[in-house]
């Protein structure tokens, strides 16, 4: 059976003054129906960059030079701008590391929800409502009611990313991609986000491919690691092998500076 | 050698007026807080946002009033300091905040940027500023290629160089970290903390870091103090803090930290 996501050979490039800067290289990789997987990097090295490429929505000094990415088995790449837009939010959504950012100040958080519903389903503005609730309470706003009337400003950090993780999941999408979700968020609240992006994993059967530069985070809900360094891949492998047992110098590099503590079966470095 | 705590703080409150919906709430984001921090030694300050951290640096590096209580300073009553004697109370204390980017002018230089305390001060001819902001970008680690780049030409690791170089200009005794390694990557991270580390035993300094990162603190502070809701609820060693935390709120900031598979050696 072919995965889900299935990217091949993949080359992005920046256009600069001084020539092309290369952002993704000879990515190859793939990412199964319900499965989460990691891609662990420093800011720079081209996650991001990657992301909005599998979306088509990459800046207009960027293009992808080579490569395909194949999603249930068509080529994104190939398929026309309004069928990206059908397909993004609806099959695949992302979630990006700023909730603040990504919401409209100016409006009730429940409308911004029901928007996404609108906008890829052919029905009353009743139902967009009542699936916009029915998300909300799915990423554990309960009772749903409150939340759907409230401000962005009214709501904490963890609350809206949570937010954002139900305009991302409205429309269920098969692939979930998340771009440093918890990096703007402090510890017990990014517990909290990557304990639910498990249990919505588990619950939906939804894949995420999710970027980081926290081993933490990564090593908590991902099953599969990839490393990525100045836009290649330069491993790949399950946390434990990854994180306890890494090939590259990088990933050693990253692995040896990441504080562990004692009680919990790490090592506390000297 | 002084045995006196470098810091006492005692029952310090800070109460905010808010208006909310019309009405005026008051919201207490210190509630009666107890600090010593000795000599030579980093003592880290974990909590959650809003737990009071960073009003708590902000009370102790006199740039907010407290409502209630008393900060001691090397034995001096900081409330009641005057003239020359707080001016010399504000160079010992120093801040060092997360966003160095936003910290830093960006229309300075590297070099300017750091012997500008100097400058305000009246310290020096400018030729001997220029030299002793270099001494101390070399000191940080900085190459002396950066020295007349600006801030937004230079990497957040050696921004965040910088932004100790300006900090140490003026000789502090005392460093406030304000969540200073968060937003960098980890090895950046761990780069920063190694050079305070170095920093901390050449030249005496004692450290308050701020942070919510328990895994990164508990590897870097002698002791850490855990806040929740404007109280300090618990202080240990780091390692006991994680063997066994006392209070709820620790229990959960330990439960919170991602268990990372060791790295074979």
Same mark, same amino acid.
Request: aromatic letters at 4%; charged letters at 20%.
């Given at each position: 059976m072919p995965g889900l996501l299935e990217v091949k050979d993949l080359a992005v490039a920046y256009d600069t003054v001084g020539g092309p800067v290369w952002a993704a290289k000879d990515l190859t990789f793939d990412v199964e129906g319900g499965e989460v997987v990691g891609l662990l990097g420093e800011s720079g090295c081209g996650k991001s960059t990657l992301l909005l490429a599998i979306l088509g929505l990459l800046p207009p000094s960027a293009r992808v030079v080579k490569g395909s990415i194949r999603f249930r088995g068509r080529d994104l790449l190939e398929r026309p701008p309004s069928e990206l837009r059908r397909v993004r939010g609806a099959e695949i959504a992302i979630v990006f590391q700023d909730p603040a950012l990504a919401l409209n100040p100016v409006r009730r958080v429940g409308a911004q929800v029901a928007e996404v519903v609108r906008a890829h389903r052919d029905q009353s503005p009743g139902r967009c409502r009542d699936d916009a609730l029915s998300t909300l309470a799915e990423v554990g706003f309960n009772p749903p009611d409150r939340v759907y009337d409230a401000y962005p400003h009214e709501l904490s950090g963890g609350q809206r990313q949570r937010v954002v993780l139900a305009q991302a999941l409205a429309c269920r999408p098969a692939l979930l991609l998340a771009d440093e979700p918890t990096a703007s968020l402090d510890s017990t609240t990014q517990a909290e986000v990557l304990g639910l992006l498990a249990s919505l994993q588990a619950r939906l059967g939804l894949a995420v491919l999710m970027a980081s530069h926290d081993l933490g985070a990564l090593a908590a809900v991902a099953r599969r690691v990839l490393v990525m360094y100045a836009g290649t891949l330069v491993e790949t492998g399950t946390p434990a092998q990854v994180f306890g047992q890494p090939l590259h110098p990088y990933t050693r590099g990253l692995s040896l500076a990441y504080p562990r503590v004692a009680m919990r079966g790490g090592v506390r470095p000297p | 050698m002084n045995d006196e705590p470098l810091v006492r703080i005692r029952g310090l409150s800070k109460r905010y007026a808010r208006r909310a919906a019309g009405r005026s709430a008051a919201v207490d984001a210190l509630a009666g807080v107890d600090l010593t921090i000795d000599r030579g030694t980093v003592v880290a300050l974990v909590g959650q946002s809003?737990?009071?951290?960073?009003?708590?640096?902000?009370?102790? !590096?006199?740039? +907010? @009033?407290?409502?209630?209580? @008393?900060?001691?300073?090397?034995?001096?009553?900081? !409330? /009641?300091?005057?003239?020359? !004697?707080?001016?010399? $109370?504000? +160079?010992?204390?120093?801040?060092? $905040?997360?966003? /160095?980017?936003? !910290?830093?002018?960006?229309?300075?230089?590297?070099?300017?940027?750091?012997? @500008?305390?100097?400058?305000?001060?009246?310290?020096?001819?400018?030729?001997? *500023? *220029?030299?002793?902001?270099? +001494?101390?970008? +070399?000191?940080?680690?900085?190459?002396?290629?950066?020295?007349? *780049?600006?801030?937004?030409?230079?990497?957040?690791?050696?921004?965040?160089?910088l932004a100790i170089a300006r900090a140490l200009a003026v000789k502090p005794r005392l460093l406030i970290l304000d969540e200073a390694f968060a937003g960098l990557d980890a090895p950046i991270q761990a780069q920063v903390a190694a050079l305070l580390h170095e920093l901390r035993l050449r030249e005496g300094l004692t450290y308050l870091c701020i942070s919510h990162d328990l895994a990164r603190m508990s590897v870097f502070a002698d002791e850490v103090a855990i806040m929740f809701e404007g109280r300090i609820v618990e202080r240990a060693a780091a390692a006991q803090l994680f063997s066994a935390p006392q209070h709820p709120h620790t229990r959960a900031l330990v439960a919170a930290v991602p268990a990372v598979p060791p790295l074979a050696s």
């Amino acid at each position: 059976m072919p995965g889900l996501l299935e990217v091949k050979d993949l080359a992005v490039a920046y256009d600069t003054v001084g020539g092309p800067v290369w952002a993704a290289k000879d990515l190859t990789f793939d990412v199964e129906g319900g499965e989460v997987v990691g891609l662990l990097g420093e800011s720079g090295c081209g996650k991001s960059t990657l992301l909005l490429a599998i979306l088509g929505l990459l800046p207009p000094s960027a293009r992808v030079v080579k490569g395909s990415i194949r999603f249930r088995g068509r080529d994104l790449l190939e398929r026309p701008p309004s069928e990206l837009r059908r397909v993004r939010g609806a099959e695949i959504a992302i979630v990006f590391q700023d909730p603040a950012l990504a919401l409209n100040p100016v409006r009730r958080v429940g409308a911004q929800v029901a928007e996404v519903v609108r906008a890829h389903r052919d029905q009353s503005p009743g139902r967009c409502r009542d699936d916009a609730l029915s998300t909300l309470a799915e990423v554990g706003f309960n009772p749903p009611d409150r939340v759907y009337d409230a401000y962005p400003h009214e709501l904490s950090g963890g609350q809206r990313q949570r937010v954002v993780l139900a305009q991302a999941l409205a429309c269920r999408p098969a692939l979930l991609l998340a771009d440093e979700p918890t990096a703007s968020l402090d510890s017990t609240t990014q517990a909290e986000v990557l304990g639910l992006l498990a249990s919505l994993q588990a619950r939906l059967g939804l894949a995420v491919l999710m970027a980081s530069h926290d081993l933490g985070a990564l090593a908590a809900v991902a099953r599969r690691v990839l490393v990525m360094y100045a836009g290649t891949l330069v491993e790949t492998g399950t946390p434990a092998q990854v994180f306890g047992q890494p090939l590259h110098p990088y990933t050693r590099g990253l692995s040896l500076a990441y504080p562990r503590v004692a009680m919990r079966g790490g090592v506390r470095p000297p | 050698m002084n045995d006196e705590p470098l810091v006492r703080i005692r029952g310090l409150s800070k109460r905010y007026a808010r208006r909310a919906a019309g009405r005026s709430a008051a919201v207490d984001a210190l509630a009666g807080v107890d600090l010593t921090i000795d000599r030579g030694t980093v003592v880290a300050l974990v909590g959650q946002s809003g737990s009071g951290k960073s009003t708590l640096a902000r009370c102790l !590096a006199g740039q +907010e @009033e407290p409502t209630h209580g @008393e900060i001691r300073f090397d034995g001096a009553d900081v !409330a /009641s300091l005057r003239g020359a !004697a707080l001016r010399a $109370f504000r +160079e010992q204390v120093q801040l060092l $905040f997360q966003d /160095s980017a936003a !910290a830093l002018s960006p229309r300075l230089t590297a070099t300017e940027i750091v012997s @500008e305390p100097l400058e305000i001060r009246g310290l020096g001819a400018p030729a001997q *500023r *220029r030299g002793y902001a270099m +001494e101390l970008m +070399e000191t940080v680690g900085l190459p002396s290629a950066v020295a007349d *780049r600006r801030p937004l030409d230079l990497s957040g690791g050696q921004r965040q160089r910088l932004a100790i170089a300006r900090a140490l200009a003026v000789k502090p005794r005392l460093l406030i970290l304000d969540e200073a390694f968060a937003g960098l990557d980890a090895p950046i991270q761990a780069q920063v903390a190694a050079l305070l580390h170095e920093l901390r035993l050449r030249e005496g300094l004692t450290y308050l870091c701020i942070s919510h990162d328990l895994a990164r603190m508990s590897v870097f502070a002698d002791e850490v103090a855990i806040m929740f809701e404007g109280r300090i609820v618990e202080r240990a060693a780091a390692a006991q803090l994680f063997s066994a935390p006392q209070h709820p709120h620790t229990r959960a900031l330990v439960a919170a930290v991602p268990a990372v598979p060791p790295l074979a050696s």
